[in-house]
C-alpha cells in the first residue's frame, strides 16, 4: 500500500490539508509516528511535539497489546484483557513500569523543556497505524485532558473495527488504509524499518 512512512506522511498531509493555516499542533506517537509527524506538521504549518504512550503487553505474549498507558499514567485498558491472562495486580505493575520508562524517554526526547501544551488547539496525533487502537486511545485520552480545541487521530493503517472505535475519542479521524485482512501495522508497508531514538530527537530539534 505504501512504499515507506513517508509516502504514507504526504498522503496522510493531503488528506488533512483542511487544518493548514490554524498552526495545528501535530502530537507523534514515538517512534514510527515520529518522521510521519514531522511531514504532517511541516506541510501543514503546524509545531510537531511527542505525545508518550506504549502498550502493555499481555503477561504471557509482551507483543500482544492489552492496553497502554501515558506518561502521566492515565491507563486503557483492552475489553479482552482479563480474557488473556491480564488481571488487575499485573496491569498496575506493567503500568507502572511502563510510564516511568515513558518518563525517561520525555527527558531524553525534549531536554530542557516541557510538553508543548494541547489546551485550546487543534491537534492531530499522528501513528503510522494501530492494530488494537490502544495505544492511539491512551494517546488522545491523554491530550483530552488538557482540553484541545479540536482533536484528530490521523494514521497510515488500521483495522476497520478499530478506526469505527476511535471516532468516540476524536473529533475526527482520518486513516488512509482499512484492511479488512488485518495482520500488522507493518504489511502496509513495502520499507518498515525501525525508526531509532536518535531519528526522533533529530526531527523533535529541527
Known sequence: MF????????????????????????????????????????????ELDVVLVHKLGAPDNPELAIGAVSEHGAVFIHEQAQAVGAQED???????????????RRKTYTPGREAISPEGRTVIVVDDGGATGATMTA????????????LVAAMGVAPPKTVEALRTEADAVVCLETPRAFTAVGQAFVEFGEVTDAAVIEALRD
Do not use: C, F
Open 3 to 46: 512504499a515507506n512512512r513517508e509516502q504514507a506522511a504526504h498522503q496522510l498531509a493531503e488528506r488533512l490539508q483542511s487544518y493548514a493555516g490554524t498552526h495545528p499542533l501535530v502530537l507523534a506517537i514515538p517512534r514510527g509516528g515520529v518522521p510521519m509527524g514531522k511531514i504532517v506538521a511541516d506541510a501543514l504549518g503546524g
Open 90 to 104: 499485573y496491569v498496575r505493575r506493567e503500568a507502572e513500569t511502563q510510564r516511568q520508562i515513558l518518563q525517561r
Open 139 to 150: 494517546a488522545l485520552h491523554t491530550v483530552r485532558q488538557e482540553q484541545p480545541r479540536h
